[in-house]
């Protein structure tokens, strides 16, 4: 059975807020294997129709940054589970996601970087 991931984006970036993104990135996965990415643009939706969006495309799992409490509860109710809190880029994040590696808080930056993630007040070791 396939699953469909949703990543919010500001350019190839997770978007710092899922309200706020410009445009989401919807991942079809089937059998482990990314068969189908397409980016739907959002700026012009207000919140309901955005988290409509992602319900009328079946999405499963929203990865994200920074996200209020009426969505996460929103998202929720609709049966999507949301990894938040994620900085980074959306390709090295959804790479980990397929990995089982991506956890709330995660940074994902490009190889070999190091840095400091503001979710977790922390420096943490980015993938290599």
Do not use: Y
């Amino acid at each position: 059975m396939g699953m469909k991931i949703a990543i919010p984006l500001f350019g190839a970036r997770i978007s710092p807020r899922f309200d706020f993104s410009p445009e989401i990135r919807i991942i079809t996965v089937e059998d482990g294997k990314v068969v189908r990415q397409e980016n739907f643009p959002v700026a012009h939706l207000n919140l309901t129709q955005r988290l409509d969006q992602l319900t009328s495309n079946g999405v499963d799992k929203v990865i994200c940054g920074g996200i209020d409490g009426f969505c996460l509860n929103q998202l929720g109710s609709k049966g999507i589970e949301v990894v938040h809190n994620v900085a980074g880029e959306a390709e090295i994040a959804s790479d980990l996601f397929m990995k089982g590696r991506l956890r709330p808080g995660f940074c994902c930056e490009g190889r070999g970087r190091r840095g400091f993630c503001p979710w977790r007040r922390e420096t943490v070791r980015k993938r290599t």
